[in-house]
């Protein structure tokens, strides 16, 4: 790290440097990961940790919570310790050094919003990839790599090293141990300094974090403060997002995706300037959600000048990341998605609803340890859904494949059912994930369709099932 110091680094995460100002030489990494001269950064670190940093060489630990003994062991075995009462400033400043670093010249493209981040992303990696740029994303399935608790995003940049581009999902509001990361948005954005910035929509997920649509709309739209990129691209059909317009800096170009936009899908398919540019037979998904997703990707190709020739050729192959609508067999109809708030519970089900010719069998995960109000709101989600379909609702805790921290509560159960009472919803919940799975299959005949939805409870649904198809 060229002429980075301890101490400077101090400063730049307003952060009490403990031990001796040294040069830094390796990058920001995480303690598992580290190597002799990084600096890792761990959001909590206790005397075990220091050690650990300390037996790997690493040049400093910053943190936001030493526990323990963890200052006596760190000024014992010399090594710098910086607390710092944010520690997303110090991943912040970790992303920026990062791409100033090794990809200074990068064209640098974020999405943020509710719903579609990841999706959207990985499908403009993939555009970018086919129109030749040697790109990264920090997206990936579980969606684990768009925060700044850990330094995922820089250590992955510094280990690419050289890139024509990056494509990056932004949460689009973050915390831990109870704390909201207030502005993570656009800490986040800051660091990074896009050229391009794409918003998907605004919906309620993370309660507690948020709990109202303006606190989420808030906090997506601080990735216009201070923009200073050249285009921002919004989805015209999301009255929030489209109101966005206001907020975009006059130097920067606003791009609209949706109906009635330049880029905009109808029956025959996605059609730009009122040309068809993509067929609906060659594109992957025809789900709404995923077809927003299609289009906010496209437009962001478009706003690029990258061939449409490039896009089509890109999005025909597209192969989506896991849990996001993928099809986990076909005989019967197994569909897996990650569909974890309320938005995303009812364009699922009511896009699974129209693939079948029988029952729809719903396999739906309870979100542990998420409060009570999120689990009301996909609760009723689920009922507003199902109601006026064939359906088997099957919830599960997932107690055999889900840790602390994502244990499900016995208020969060309780309420979630209470929800199902009270719209006159028919039920049937299993503790246990592989026993929800084996008695959707048994109920199931092959005109059906089993939909699988959830977020952590449901992860390992797709592996379970497999043996049990196998057996």
Known sequence: MRGLTTAYLAGQCHGKLIGADQPITGIFNILKDAKKGDAVIRHWIDETGVEIASSKGASCVVTQDARNSALDIAQKLNIPLILTEKIE??????????????????????????????????????????????????????SEFNTLIDPMVAKQIAEFKDMDAVALEVSEVQ?????????????????????????????????????????????????????????????????????????????????????HTDVEYQEPGIFYQDTLLIPTEDLPFKSPHFIQNTLAAVSTALALNINPNIIKKAVKSYQPLKRRFSILNTDPLII???????????????????????????????????????????????????????????????????????????REKKLFIEVLHKEGINYLHCETLSESLEKALKSTKKEDTILLIGAQGMDPAASILKDMINQ
């Open 89 to 142: 400033l110090a991943n912040a400043f970790a992303i920026s050094w990062a791409l100033e670093t090794f990809a200074p010249d990068s064209l640098r493209i974020v999405v943020t919003g509710t719903n579609g981040k990841s999706t959207t992303t990985h499908m403009i990696y993939t555009i970018l990839q086919e129109a030749g740029y040697i790109t990264h994303t920090n997206t990936d399935s579980e």
């Open 175 to 259: 915390g831990w141990e109870n704390r909201n990361m207030k502005d993570h948005a656009r800490l986040m954005t800051s660091a990074i300094q896009p050229q391009i910035v794409v918003l998907t929509n605004v919906a309620l997920d993370h309660i507690g974090l948020v709990n109202t649509i303006e606190e989420a709309s808030k906090e997506i739209s601080g990735v216009l403060d201070g923009f200073r990129g050249d285009f921002v691209v919004l989805n015209h059909d999301d009255p929030v997002i489209r109101n966005m317009q206001q907020l975009v800096p006059s130097e920067a170009q606003v791009t609209f995706y949706g109906s």
């Open 336 to 410: 897996d998605d990650f569909a974890h708030n309320p938005d995303g519970i009812k364009a699922t089900i009511n896009s699974a609803a129209q693939l079948t010719s029988g029952k729809l069998h719903l396999v739906c995960a309870i979100r542990g340890s998420r409060g009570t109000s999120l689990n009301q709101l996909n609760a009723q989600a689920v009922a507003d859904a199902i109601k006026g379909i064939d359906y088997n609702l099957i919830l599960t805790s997932s107690q055999d494949v889900v840790d602390n921290a994502n244990w499900v509560k016995p």
